[in-house]
Structure formats: C-alpha cells, structure tokens
T-cell receptor, first 111, second 115 residues
Framework: ETGVTQSPTHLIKTRGQQVTLRCSSQ?????VSWYQQALGQGPQFIFQ???????GRGNFPPRFSGLQFPNYSSELNVNALELDDSALYLC??????????FGSGTQLSVL | AQSVTQLDSQVPVFEEAPVELRCNYS??????LFWYVQYPNQGLQLLLK??????LVKGINGFEAEFNKSQTSFHLRKPSVHISDTAEYFC?????????????FGKGTLLTVNP
C-alpha cells in the first residue's frame, strides 16, 4: 500500500469526449508525475508537477493537461479523446528528486 | 535522449530456479537505473536502483542487479524464484542530477514462475 490513490479505477469514454482523472498523493509529498501505459508497453512519462507548477513534460500533445492543488492532489485532463488514448494511467507522488510511489492506476477505454 | 531495451518479453522459469532479466540502455549522459515490478491490477513498485557507487545493487524480495557501464547493461537477477515472483518487470532510466525525476521505461518482461 503506497498511500497514492487514483480515481476512478475504470472509465469508458467515447472518442471526442473529455476526461478527468484524479490522484491523491501520499501525505507529505510535493511532487506528482503522470504516466500512460498502453497495453503491452512500459509506462510513458506525460508530465510532472512540483508545487503546483509543471516541472517537465514528455512527448504528449497539449490536449493532455494537468493540475496540482495546494493539498498536492492532482488531476490529469485529456480533451478530444482518441482511440489510442486507451491505456492505464498511473500517478506517482514523491518528494522532489526522491523515490516515486505509484498508485494502482485508472484504466481508460475509449470507444 | 535515453532509451531502454528489455531483451526478453517473456521469461518462464520453474520455482526455485535462478533467473536473469536482461536490460540494456542507451544514453549520451550519465543516468540513474531502476527496476520496477508490477503485479496484476497494481501500480509499479520499486525493486532497486543504481545511482552511483557499487555496481552491484541489492533490492527487495531477494533481487539484485549489476550495473555494467561498458556494456550499458543493468541485468536483474534472483538466485531462487518463488511462485509469488510472477509479475511484469520493468527496467527504467532517468538522467542523473536535476530535480526532474522523469523515467524512461522499457517494454517490460513478464516473468512466469511455474511449480
């Protein structure tokens, strides 16, 4: 049990819709990272937030956006969903530069 | 940019046998190296990491890995596996230094331990 919780656990959306995924960080952690894990692939870095500011971004289009709140919880928003967005989305919290603690993920299916 | 290649997508072994999961990386700068395990329907758990110092790194659950700079490898080993070790294993790298802990993962190796 890492203390990182994600909601919802599963989600089904239609192409073109928008989705918001949520992450509650482990107590005391000031950094949250989001990863996308497609079926049969390793996780891919989407972005990281540190003290409510984006602190690095992977090779994902602008329709992937995020927020980190003062209590260090976080949201991942994806607009104009595409079929290829179907994946497990993982959130990880940490102290900056320290070990990542991953949640169990949100499984997103886009039909 | 850095990349990670996990040479085996699946590794079946018998219980109590030794196992090695292979990982090679590519980077033009110094990197940190990691192994993560993912059990079904769970997130990733850190097994071990190499940041600097001794090239032989010991992790949780009896796993160890050896960093070989000349061969750009970071293979994971366990002398005797258990049924409970059945899981997906991911090798990952990040650039050393800095505050951005961005990880680049390999595609994973499914370890299946059979009785």
């Amino acid at each position: 049990e890492t203390g990182v919780t994600q909601s919802p656990t599963h989600l089904i959306k239609t192409r073109g819709q928008q989705v918001t995924l949520r992450c509650s960080s482990q107590s005391g952690h000031n950094t949250v990272s989001w990863y996308q894990q497609a079926l049969g692939q390793g996780p891919q870095f989407i972005f990281q937030y540190y003290r409510e500011e984006e602190n690095g971004r992977g090779n994902f289009p602008p329709r992937f956006s995020g927020l980190q709140f003062p209590n260090y919880s976080s949201e991942l928003n994806v607009n104009a969903l595409e079929l290829d967005d179907s994946a497990l989305y993982l959130c990880a919290s940490s102290l900056i530069g320290e070990k990542l603690f991953f949640g169990s993920g949100t499984q997103l299916s886009v039909l | 940019a850095q990349s990670v290649t996990q040479l085996d997508s699946q590794v079946p072994v018998f219980e109590e046998a030794p196992v090695e999961l292979r990982c090679n990386y590519s980077s033009s700068v110094s990197v940190y190296l990691f192994w993560y395990v993912q059990y079904p329907n769970q997130g990733l758990q850190l097994l071990l990491k190499y940041l600097s110092g001794s090239t032989l790194v010991k992790g949780i659950n009896g796993f160890e890995a050896e960093f070989n700079k000349s061969q750009t490898s970071f293979h994971l080993r366990k002398p005797s596996v258990h049924i409970s070790d059945t899981a997906e294993y991911f090798c990952a790298v990040s650039l050393s230094g800095g505050s951005n802990y961005k990880l680049t993962f390999g595609k994973g190796t499914l370890l299946t331990v059979n009785p």
